[in-house]
């Protein structure tokens, strides 16, 4: 992917809109935005919400699993979704 494009990915306003769309009360620290990729956290963060990165396509422990979790801290996230299983506390 060229450098544009992943600067765009995903599109910025997706984010804002969603903002706009509800309640405008809601502290942006209490949303988190979750993504599996560079661009996602990034975007995410642009936006002023909580990154949650997604791993749960991932064999914990690989290799890749790894590599791609400290990707994804190295973009400023600091919470992961491994499996499914941890959502409802991710969320409480």
Do not use: H, W
Request: glycine share 10%; proline share 7%.
């Amino acid at each position: 992917a060229s450098m544009a494009a992943e600067r765009n990915r995903p599109e910025p306003s997706v984010t804002d809109e969603a903002l706009a769309t509800g309640d405008s009360s809601p502290i942006k620290g209490d949303i988190l935005f979750f993504g599996d990729t560079l661009s996602d956290i990034r975007a995410a963060l642009r936006a002023g919400v909580t990154p949650v990165g997604v791993l749960t396509a991932l064999p914990q422990g690989s290799g890749f699993y790894q590599q791609r979790k400290q990707a994804l801290a190295g973009a400023g996230c600091e919470k992961f979704l491994d499996t499914l299983e941890e959502l409802p506390a991710l969320l409480s």
